[in-house]
C-alpha cells in the first residue's frame, strides 16, 4: 500500500517535471531553429536574385575580348609609328 | 472492503499521473513536430535558393578566368610596348606620374623595375612632346625646366599644364586657325604634279652656267 503510494508520489514529483523539462527543451530548440532557416531561405532567395546578371557576364567578356583587340591593334600601330627607346 | 478501496485510489492517482505524463509527452511531441514541419519547408526554400545560387554561378569562375587572361594579355601587351618605346625608366615614370606610387610596385613584366627611381614625369614628357612636334601637333617643347616643381598634381587635376601651351588656345580659342579641309570636298584642290621624282627636264640657271665654264676650261689648253 505505501509502496504504491510512494510510487504515485515519484511519478508525480519526479518522472512528470523531468519529462516536461526535457520535452520543453527539445520543443524551444526545434523553435529556434524555425526562424534561423526561415532568414537563410530569404537570404538564399536574395543572393539568386543578385546573382541574375551573372549572365551579364557574357556580355563582359565579350567586350572585354572585344577591347584587347583594338588595344592590340592600336598597340600594332603606335609600334610603327614611334621609334624605340634604343 | 478498506484494502482494495485503498488500493484503488492508489491506483487512480497512478493512472492520473500516468494520464498526465502521457498527455505532456503528446503535447510537446506534437509542438516539436509542427516546428520540424516548418524546418523542413523552409529547408525546401533554401534548397531551391541554393540550387539556383549554384546554377547561376556555376559559369561564373570559367567566365572571370577568360577575361581575366584577355586582360593580363593586354596589360602584358601595353607593358612591353610602354617599355620598348620610352625604356623601362622612363615608363616607371610615367606610369608614377598617372598613378602616384604604383612605381613602388613596379610593372608586372619587370620585376627589376620596381627598384627604380620613378624619374618625375607628369603630363609633359619630353620624348612624347618631340613625338607630337614631329607630327605637327602643338607641343609645349622646353616650355618649363625639368628642375622646376611637378607639372600636374595628380590629385586635383591637370589645369596647370594646360597653361604650357600656346596662350591663344586656352584664352581665345575662337581665333585659333581651323583645321584644313582635305578631301575631295575640300574647297582648294591640288593637283597631283606627275614630274615630282622623275629627272629635271630643264638644268637650272647657275648649274648651266658652271657646267659651260667648265666645258670651255676643259677644252682652252
Redesign the interface.
Known sequence: MILWWIGDIVLLVVVLPVVVYLLRGVLAAATSIVPSVQSIASVAAAGSKDLDSAALLLTTQDQATRTIAGVANYGGSLDVILDDAS | MA?PL??SA??V??IL??V??VA??V???V??IV??R??TV??D??I???G??VE??A??NV??T??NQ??D??VD??EG?L?????IV?AVGLVDGLYAGAAAAGLRNFPDSAAIKPPRIAEVYT?GTL?LARLGREAPIAAANPAGPVLRNVEAGSLAARLLYPEVRQSRPERLSRSPVIGTAAPVQYEQRDDIGLPRKHMPARAAAAADSANGASREP
Not at chain 2, 617599355?83 to 625604356?87: F, I, R, S, Y
Open positions: 484494502l485503498a488500493m492508489a491506483g492517482v497512478m499521473a500516468v498526465l505524463i505532456a509527452l503535447f510537446y511531441l509542438s516539436v516546428a520540424l516548418k524546418i523552409g529547408l526554400q533554401v531551391a535558393g541554393v539556383e545560387i547561376k554561378s559559369p561564373v567566365i572571370v577568360t577575361i584577355q586582360l594579355a593586354g601587351a601595353l610596348l617599355v620598348k618605346k620610352a625604356g622612363d620624348r613625338t
